[in-house]
Structure formats: structure tokens, C-alpha cells
């Protein structure tokens, strides 16, 4: 069974400060690695995967993250908050490809002037 | 804009009547999957489809059902709605070669049950 992790529902950062949101995740097969965010009354949207290779992946909108096994994490990280990153973000792992993704419970990030 | 389409965008019904949300998957996809997503519960896998087969299953309520058709647009079926059922439902699409890991979002449909 799978399983992903994310501590605290809320972050608040000031515009121009590091943005790290956690994820852990539990998974007895390779994971595929996943963050989504969701933007107020809208659907998600992929900001960045992991699957095989290089461990460190970057994303849209300045986001990456890293993938490290022996922490079973996945951290999501952006070196300079925007006022527009404030959204909803989801971490997510799948088992494979076409295969369902198991989210984590969100974090809401904001970020203030 | 993410290629996957949903109606209607909002719902509102009442306890014990049925409805059916709708989803085009992106152009090419093959698998549809449905979510829900509610405060208590977060976003939790309900099924898959692909190619018109059912290909997973979450927890999915007996009173819900889905299909996926030949044109692989798909419909999920709410029965004998309850009050406890009113969240947002996202598809997802995915699938356009064997080696697809991502799932594209629709921006979901929000029912109401009163």
C-alpha cells in the first residue's frame, strides 16, 4: 500500500522568502513521485514528477524538488516566494505508469507582502 | 488549460436523487480516472477506465458507478445522493503511450446535496 505524508495544512511565508512544503510518502514498490497545486475554484495542476534518473527535478513556476530515498521524501522547494504561489499543493505517488495516484492531505500556502 | 473537460461545473440536487457528471478526456488519452474531493476525506482515487475497461477501483460507493465510452469520454453515476456525498469530482486523463506516469486535471464538478 501506498502512502504520502504531508505535515501541517498551512504554511505562510513572506514574498521573497524560501518556500519548502515536506512530503514523506511509504511505498513497498519504486515510487512515482508527484506535486500538484490547486489554485482557488479551479483543478489540479502538475508542477513537477519524478520517475526514474536525476534525483533532483524541476518543475514549472521555479518549484523543484528532491527525491531521496533514504529519507523517503519529497520535498517541494522555491528559492523566492511570489504572491502567486498562493494556492492549495498537493504530493502524490504512484505505483506506475496509468496507474491511480494516492494524494497527500494538502498544504495551503501563503504568502504575505 | 488542461485539455480535460467536465460537466456541468456545478450541481445541486437533493438526498435520494440520481445525477451523472460528465468528462472528455484529453485528445489521444486513454484512461479517464475520477476523484473526489472533500474536506473530511482530501481527494481520494474512485476508478479508472481504460480504453472503455475498468481498470482500477478505489473507494468507490455501490450507489456510484461510471462507464467509459467508445469515443473515451466517460460518465460517473451518483445514486440515491446523501448529504455526506456532496464534494468537488475530478477526471483525470492520462494514457497517450505505455509510459505515461502523469494524469492531466479537469477543473471538476461541484455537487451540492441538500
Known amino acids: 500500500a501506498q502512502s504520502v505524508t504531508q505535515l501541517g495544512s498551512h504554511v505562510s511565508v513572506s514574498e521573497g522568502a524560501l518556500v519548502l512544503l515536506r512530503c514523506n510518502y511509504s511505498s513497498s514498490v519504486p515510487p512515482y513521485l508527484f506535486w500538484y497545486v490547486q489554485y482557488p475554484n479551479q483543478g489540479l495542476q502538475l508542477l513537477l514528477k519524478y520517475t526514474t534518473g536525476a534525483t533532483l527535478v524541476k518543475g514549472i513556476n521555479g518549484f523543484e524538488a528532491e527525491f531521496k530515498k533514504s529519507e523517503t521524501s519529497f520535498h517541494l522547494t522555491k528559492p523566492s516566494a511570489h504572491m502567486s504561489d498562493a494556492a492549495e499543493y498537493f504530493c502524490?505517488?504512484?505505483?506506475?505508469?496509468?496507474?491511480?495516484?494516492?494524494f497527500g492531505k494538502g498544504i495551503t500556502l501563503s504568502v504575505r507582502p | 488549460d488542461s485539455g480535460v473537460t467536465q460537466t456541468p461545473k456545478h450541481l445541486i440536487t437533493a438526498t435520494g436523487q440520481r445525477v451523472t457528471l460528465r468528462c472528455s478526456p484529453r485528445?489521444?488519452?486513454?484512461?479517464v480516472y475520477w476523484y473526489q474531493q472533500s474536506l473530511d476525506q482530501g481527494l481520494q482515487f474512485l476508478i479508472q477506465y481504460y480504453n472503455g475497461e475498468e481498470r482500477a477501483k478505489g473507494n468507490i460507493l455501490e450507489r456510484f458507478s461510471a462507464q467509459q465510452f467508445p469515443d473515451l469520454h466517460s460518465e460517473l453515476n451518483l445514486s440515491s445522493l446523501e448529504l455526506g456525498d456532496s464534494a468537488l469530482y475530478f477526471c483525470?486523463?492520462?494514457?497517450?503511450?505505455?509510459?505515461?506516469?502523469?494524469?492531466?486535471f479537469g477543473p471538476g464538478t461541484r455537487l451540492t446535496v441538500t
Open positions: 483525470a486523463s492520462s494514457a497517450r503511450g505505455d509510459s505515461t506516469y502523469e494524469q492531466y
Open positions: 502524490a505517488v504512484s505505483h506506475g505508469a496509468n496507474s491511480k495516484l494516492t
Open positions: 485528445s489521444g488519452d486513454l484512461s
